[in-house]
């Protein structure tokens, strides 16, 4: 059974920064995606970066591109989110997964449907 569990959520005003963090226990697979979602409050959830195991290379959203940092060690992954928005607002979910690793649109599905995700973090970002 594989559990996810996320921290480092909280409040900053635009322009600060947070750094959240995922560790991730009973992966069995030597290969697998990791990655960040988020959902803004009456929005659907979207990807925010991504990144495949072993050695892939990141891929994120465009409205995150430059501002937001993945990293994965073992079975730890983190989002450096630094020049915040208030736009950055929104619960922030981890999640992993097998097959395509990428934050496109629709991938969320993918997830729901066979693989695992956290109990999602707030980020609030204040003006």
């Known amino acids: 059974q594989v559990t996810l569990v996320e921290s480092g959520g909280g409040s900053v005003q635009a322009g600060g920064s947070l750094r959240l963090s995922c560790s991730a226990s009973?992966?069995?697979?030597?290969?697998?995606?990791m990655g960040w979602f988020r959902q803004a409050p009456g929005k659907e959830r979207e990807g925010v970066a991504s990144?495949?195991?072993?050695?892939?290379t990141p891929h994120y959203a465009d409205s995150v591109q430059g501002r937001f940092t993945i990293a994965q060690d073992k079975s730890t992954l983190d989002l450096q989110m630094n020049s915040l928005k208030p736009e950055d607002t929104a619960i922030y979910y981890c999640?992993?997964?097998?097959?395509?690793?990428?934050?496109?649109?629709?991938?969320?599905?993918?997830?729901?449907?066979?693989?695992?995700w956290g109990q999602g973090t707030q980020v609030t970002v204040s003006a």
């Open positions: 999640a992993t997964w097998g097959g395509e690793c990428t934050v496109r649109a629709g991938i969320e599905r993918i997830i729901g449907r066979t693989g695992y």
């Open positions: 009973g992966l069995t697979y030597n290969t697998y995606c």
């Open positions: 990144i495949f195991t072993p050695g892939g």
